[in-house]
């Protein structure tokens, strides 16, 4: 079946750096991604999305690029903060339903 | 405002038992979610409604069933529970008809432990 995953499970990064997650998704067919933050002992909450008309597009310290020629994605976290310390995943909603990868847990280090 | 509410916040259950999950949410919204999360295997779909009276299987529904007999609420229960459905479980909403987007709003969750 379709799957969407991330290249690594953990990413440590100093306080103040850039952090970059990725994700490749298997439908070619997707055209609407979304990354989701989910903090210990929380659900995960809403990051951005980023729509197939597009090849960027940024938020508040966060900018995600899609490239749908190697159907890959990626989050970029501007000058890293231990509040930005979580499970980062990324999902595919296929007829509504997301299809999440399986997240990549992000540590700050002071 | 709560968005979306979930009870209990945790439950250690016997095997065998019956147990049912609750949800609640507050937004109106049509569409409604349960997932589970197990180390290492991410979020995975067990049911969904697209609208009050309507439900649909997800990517692991068995052992589980849902009802959505209103708007704001989206039940999910464990008829045997079997050691196998220890997870936390997370209930999710979504509007896409009025935000365009397909956003879903997660609840805080319920971590089940089934011996």
């Known amino acids: 079946g379709e799957s969407v995953g991330l290249h690594l499970p953990t990413l440590s990064v100093q306080e103040g750096d850039n952090s970059i997650i990725n994700c490749a998704y298997s439908?070619?067919?997707?055209?609407?991604f979304i990354w989701y933050k989910q903090e210990s002992g929380k659900g995960p909450q809403f990051i951005i999305d980023?729509?197939?008309?597009?090849d960027k597009r940024q938020g508040q310290r966060v900018t995600v690029l899609l490239n749908k020629t190697v159907k890959h994605l990626s989050l970029q976290i501007a000058a890293t903060q231990p509040g930005d310390s979580a499970v980062y995943f990324c999902a595919d909603p296929q007829g509504g339903k997301l299809i999440f990868g399986q997240g990549t847990e992000l540590s700050v280090k002071p | 405002i709560a968005g979306i509410t979930q009870a209990p916040t945790s439950q250690i259950l016997a095997a065998g038992r019956r147990m049912t999950l609750r949800c609640t949410q507050d937004m109106r919204h049509n569409a409604m979610y349960w997932y589970r999360q197990d180390l290492g295997l991410g979020l995975r779909l067990i049911h969904y409604s697209n609208t009050a009276g309507t439900t649909g299987k997800g990517e692991v529904p068995d052992g589980y069933s849902v009802s959505r007999a209103n708007t704001d609420d989206f039940p999910l229960t464990l008829a045997s529970a079997v050691p196998s459905q220890t997870s936390v479980y997370f209930c999710?909403?979504?509007?896409?008809?009025?935000?365009?987007?397909?956003?879903?709003?997660f609840g805080p969750g319920t971590r089940l432990t089934v011996l």
């Open positions: 980023i729509r197939s008309n597009m």
């Open positions: 999710a909403s979504s509007d896409s008809a009025t935000s365009g987007s397909d956003e879903q709003f």
């Open positions: 439908n070619s067919a997707s055209d609407y």
